[in-house]
């Protein structure tokens, strides 16, 4: 069993920035590849951003990258997403998710979730 927990949301003009992070528990925690999704109101859940556990290899959603990074240090068992030149659109609950082995992006196939932080962005 992992537990996740995130923090860092806010409230935020665009333009800003904010640093989510997200502490796992288990003490195993480099082998679990690490991603951020978020959810806005009346839309699905999506993939934002994720590192690898066995290369630290990043990914990102097209909508985010060169905007968006995602890091980690096993050593504190926590994954971070710094975000910068925020919109409007990145409005969302951002979740913090973990896998052991990935396959794909996709939520149904992450193993364990955190219970999500606010994020918003106002014009």
């Known amino acids: 069993q992992v537990q996740l927990v995130e923090s860092g949301g806010g409230l935020v003009q665009a333009g800003g920035s904010l640093r989510l992070s997200c502490a796992a528990s288990?003490?195993?925690?480099?082998?679990?590849?690490m991603g951020w999704f978020r959810q806005a109101p009346g839309k699905e859940r999506e993939f934002v951003a994720g590192?690898?556990?066995?290369?630290?290899?990043?990914s990102y959603a097209d909508s985010v990258k060169g905007r968006f990074t995602i890091s980690r240090d096993n050593a504190k068992n926590t994954v971070y997403l710094q975000m910068s030149s925020l919109k409007p659109e990145d409005t969302a609950v951002y979740y913090c998710?973990?896998?052991?082995?990935?396959?794909?992006?996709?939520?149904?196939?992450?193993?364990?979730w955190g219970q999500g932080t606010q994020v918003t962005v106002t014009v």
């Open positions: 998710a973990a896998v052991l082995l990935l396959r794909v992006w996709v939520p149904h196939q992450m193993d364990y």
């Open positions: 288990r003490r195993t925690f480099s082998s679990y590849s």
């Open positions: 590192v690898r556990g066995t290369t630290g290899s990043s």
